[in-house]
């Protein structure tokens, strides 16, 4: 993945291709790499714990007493107590040793450590999804609100050339003496007000496509044309893929994981060890010389009793599993609503559409009639307007309607977390 590259400009642009330069470009997704190597390190340093502890130790003391061995030895010829007791001990020790301990059972901690950190990974990972997913919602409001002014842009152009077209032959006719000066004046003032509507459309066209390019990083134009996305819709059930739902599953089995962790805590745990040491005393107490000394050996360690301490976490992370049911549960039924919601307006849309075909297709017969009338003098400018707005209205309800059927299938597919 790269990021800060050089933007390119587009002739046109589709609604995925905003998602995968916003995905390249989120700076959050620097996050998944980085969320990666620590998780790396943190698996590698679970992985020492069946490799063997090697530890250095030094001791040097003074103490008020020593053990003493005294012996009362009757009075004898050929020997006295002073010659066969030990020496005295030194109150001054030394030691220095190596020591080595190595787990040999650990009643599966380290298993389950390891598991747990890759959830813990999927979980932050999840997190990133989660803001990608606003950011993919913002990205659809900006897109089609582009494209709705972008198409109402075109169409009202198209209706200011006609106008433009049609005040020529009024002026013609006023200079004949068929029409007044009048009608001339209300077609320029409508052309006016043409232009007043597409500098207000131009300036939110503007606006919506440099925040899109804040967003995507993309190279747009005011002339780039936006695509509408063409999506079906399934009627059938489909598999939640939201990644808020993701996150709550991963949370379930990260709490999964901790109980298994916490059944491991009392498990018997398995260990050797040794140490060589070399100091004074020794292994030998009543010896007075330094020596070299060694022990080997395994320890088992069983933690029998806790009075009850794993079993009310293990408890605890039962409650914490339901609650997340629960939340996984309202989110279901709050995501159904929410679908129902959408499919009801992408069959209300799509009704209508087919009568928007059936209003346009009369408007155009109304306005080609009344515009042969006002070429002929029969009406005012003022009759040809009306007709000519209400054609022009009912287009822009078409494409109103194309263009939010088409953002209903976008925000259905996306609430499901297809998109």
């Known amino acids: 993945m790269q990021f800060g590259l050089v933007a390119q400009s587009y002739d046109t642009i589709t609604l995925i291709d905003c998602y995968r330069e916003a995905e390249n470009n989120f700076p959050l997704m620097k996050q998944l790499d980085l969320y990666a190597r620590a998780s790396n390190l943190r698996q590698k340093n679970l992985k020492t714990n069946y490799m063997p502890k090697l530890n250095i130790n030094g001791q040097l003391s003074y103490q008020s007493d020593v053990t003493t061995v005294e012996m009362n030895i009757p009075p004898n010829p050929y020997f006295s107590s002073e010659d066969i007791s030990p020496a005295p001990i030194s109150k001054d020790w030394y030691k220095l040793t190596f020591d080595i301990n190595q787990t040999i059972y650990d009643g599966g901690v380290t298993s389950s450590k390891n598991d747990l950190e890759t959830i813990n990974l999927r979980l932050s990972q999840q997190?990133?999804?989660?803001?990608?997913?606003?950011?993919?919602?913002?990205?659809?409001?900006?897109?089609?609100?582009?494209?709705?002014?972008?198409?109402?842009?075109?169409?009202?152009?198209?209706?200011?050339?006609?106008?433009?077209?049609?005040?020529?032959?009024?002026r013609s006719a006023v200079r004949n003496g068929v029409l007044l000066e009048s009608d001339a004046d209300?077609?320029?003032?409508?052309?006016?007000?043409?232009?007043?509507?597409?500098?207000?459309?131009?300036?939110?066209?503007?606006?919506?496509?440099?925040?899109?390019?804040?967003?995507?990083?993309?190279?747009?134009?005011?002339?780039?044309?936006?695509?509408?996305?063409?999506?079906?819709?399934?009627?059938?059930?489909?598999?939640?893929?939201?990644?808020?739902?993701?996150?709550?599953?991963?949370?379930?089995?990260?709490?999964?994981?901790?109980?298994?962790?916490?059944?491991?805590?009392?498990?018997?745990?398995?260990?050797?060890?040794?140490?060589?040491?070399?100091?004074?005393?020794?292994?030998?107490?009543?010896?007075?010389?330094?020596?070299?000394?060694?022990?080997?050996?395994?320890?088992?360690?069983?933690?029998?009793?806790?009075?009850?301490?794993?079993?009310?976490?293990?408890?605890?992370?039962?409650?914490?599993?339901?609650?997340?049911?629960?939340?996984?549960?309202?989110?279901?039924?709050?995501?159904?609503?929410?679908?129902?919601?959408?499919?009801?307006?992408?069959?209300?849309?799509?009704?209508?559409?087919?009568?928007d075909n059936i209003i346009i297709e009369l408007r155009k017969n109304i306005t080609t009639r009344y515009s042969s009338q006002l070429d002929n003098g029969v009406i005012t400018s003022t009759d040809y307007l009306v007709h000519v707005n209400a054609e022009k209205q009912a287009r822009l309800n078409r494409e109103q309607h194309i263009i939010q059927l088409s953002q209903a299938k976008v925000n259905y597919l996306t609430a499901l977390g297809v998109l």
Do not use: C
Not at 134 to 157: A, T, V
Not at 247 to 270: C, F
């Open 127 to 170: 997190q990133v999804g989660i803001e990608l997913y606003k950011l993919k919602e913002r990205i659809n409001n900006i897109y089609f609100r582009i494209l709705f002014l972008q198409k109402s842009r075109h169409l009202l152009e198209l209706v200011g050339e006609e106008i433009t077209v049609k005040l020529d032959r009024v």
């Open 186 to 355: 209300i077609l320029m003032a409508e052309t006016i007000h043409v232009d007043q509507q597409l500098v207000e459309l131009s300036a939110g066209i503007t606006s919506g496509i440099k925040i899109l390019e804040e967003l995507t990083m993309m190279s747009i134009e005011d002339e780039t044309v936006m695509i509408i996305p063409e999506l079906e819709v399934s009627a059938g059930p489909r598999d939640n893929q939201r990644p808020e739902y993701k996150m709550m599953t991963l949370q379930q089995q990260r709490i999964n994981k901790l109980d298994q962790l916490t059944s491991t805590r009392r498990m018997p745990k398995l260990k050797g060890f040794g140490q060589l040491g070399y100091g004074r005393p020794g292994l030998n107490m009543l010896s007075n010389d330094i020596e070299g000394f060694y022990i080997f050996g395994a320890a088992l360690s069983w933690n029998v009793w806790d009075w009850s301490k794993n079993r009310k976490e293990r408890e605890i992370l039962a409650i914490q599993h339901e609650v997340i049911s629960t939340n996984k549960e309202t989110f279901d039924k709050n995501l159904k609503t929410t679908l129902i919601a959408y499919s009801e307006e992408i069959r209300k849309f799509e009704k209508l559409i087919e009568k």
